[in-house]
């Protein structure tokens, strides 16, 4: 199989920066929010040039949206391969947009080098892969894998109080949310391809990055309830400062974290708010916010295990009293061995180097690893910088990713 790279790169490099202008925000920032006018253009501009190549389209009731080149024997379940288009406020033009456009390229590129795949191949844009608007990442993924159920779906808002009901059915998207959820085999396999959002490749000047596992978070809130008093009026003795128990609590976190021994295990408390936020106040109310990842989930809950144990020595120590809550835990993914051999075997004939990598950031895959065999492949992007608009991956690391991905999915559909 040959590729004519430049020819290919050039077309999906314009494709790129045609996506990149429909946005909310002026050229060259994207923000492009879940059922916007801007995403839904979107979905249009990409739709259309899914019909252009002969790809059969349809849309489930979220708007998650599939792409199918028909194999051979088409009654097989198919070769998954796609991201997202929705973008935060005042990003780049590269995060998900390079799985969903490199992902038609891999096709057309295919397609054009008279290959037949055996198994279809199905291009996937997911509905709402950031958190934008409704508070919760991945929907149109999460929905798909069961994690999230149609009954918590109906129950989402934005922040103006519209309905995901309402703002579904007003971009289209009017069947039952029921339908959603597809069940395990629908995709044989499922790849995607993403920008690293990290500097690791770049650094060390490697094509492709094989992804092996992916992390996953969970987020567990902390109140803190103390009390109250008068900075100078209220001695030391007999204190119940919630702030000061809340520092115990985060460098807990933070010993608990590194104490794995293991590079992947990583503790945060990114959120502490103190009430009433007063000098001359003892702290009365703190509300802590963990993140905690691993891409072992029994590890992960170690830490977690830790951290609610030091919550009870200083509720008995302090005189406080602490409530925690898990905000979400979702289990981490490894990687299928078959695809990442797959994956190897396509960047070793393509001429690409390529390492073995662990994704912090978590994705749709994340998901998509609840009904299927999964696996992303990674491409550089400058100074591991994303969610920025100078976000920037260059025509050559795009090419290299759209070759070892067409490769992998013409041995996987084969
Ligand atoms: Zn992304």
């Keep these: 199989m040959e590729t004519r790279p430049t020819l290919t790169i050039d077309r999906l490099v314009a494709e790129l920066n045609a996506l990149a202008k429909i946005s909310q925000a002026e050229p060259p920032i994207v923000t492009r929010v879940v059922f916007s006018e801007a995403d839904l253009r979107a979905r249009a501009y990409v739709k259309d040039l899914c019909h252009d190549a002969s790809l059969e389209v349809h849309e489930d009731a979220i708007g998650n949206t599939f792409a199918r080149w028909h194999g051979t024997e088409s009654h097989l379940a198919p070769i998954g391969t796609g991201s997202h288009i929705d973008a935060i406020p005042n990003a780049g033009l590269y995060d998900g947009c390079v799985g969903v456009l490199g ?30 608007r409704f508070g919760i990442g991945c929907l149109g993924s999460r929905m798909i894998g069961g994690a999230l159920s149609p009954g918590q779906a109906v129950a989402l808002r934005d922040k103006e109080g519209h309905t995901l009901e309402e703002l579904r059915s007003n971009s289209g998207f009017r069947g039952s949310l029921d339908s959603v959820a597809l069940a395990r ?44 008093g008068h900075a100078g009026g209220k001695l030391m003795p007999g204190r119940k400062d919630a702030l000061a128990a809340a520092a115990e609590l985060i460098l807990t976190l933070e010993a608990a974290a590194k104490s794995t021994g293991v590079i992947d295990t990583v503790g945060t408390v990114g959120v502490c708010e103190v009430f009433p936020g007063a000098v001359n106040s003892i702290p009365s109310r703190v509300r802590l916010e963990t993140d905690i990842r691993d891409i072992d989930a029994a590890r992960r809950d170690t830490v977690i295990e830790k951290l609610k144990t030091a919550c009870e020595e200083v509720v008995q120590r302090r005189g406080v009293s602490v409530k925690t809550e898990m905000i979400n835990a979702d289990p981490p993914a490894t990687c299928d061995p078959t695809i990442l051999d797959a994956m190897e075997q396509a960047a070793k004939a393509a001429g690409k180097t390529y390492q073995r990598m662990v994704s912090r950031a978590y994705h749709d895959s994340l998901f998509m690893a609840r009904i299927a065999p999964i696996a992303m492949l990674f491409i550089p992007c400058r100074g591991g910088v994303s969610h920025r608009p100078d976000e920037y991956a260059s025509p050559e690391w795009i090419g290299s990713g759209v070759h070892v991905l067409a490769r992998t999915l013409a041995t996987l559909a084969s």
Excluded: W
């Design 103 to 132: 992902g038609l390229e891999a096709i057309r590129v295919l397609q054009q080098l008279g290959f037949k795949p055996r198994r279809s191949i199905e291009l996937v844009i997911f509905t709402a892969e950031e958190p934008t």
């Design 185 to 228: 085999g629908r995709f044989h396999q499922f790849v995607e391809l993403h920008i690293e959002q990290g500097p690791l490749l770049e650094q060390e000047g490697i094509d492709v990055g094989l992804v092996t596992h992916i992390a996953a978070p969970a987020s567990m809130r902390i109140l803190i309830e103390g009390e109250g």
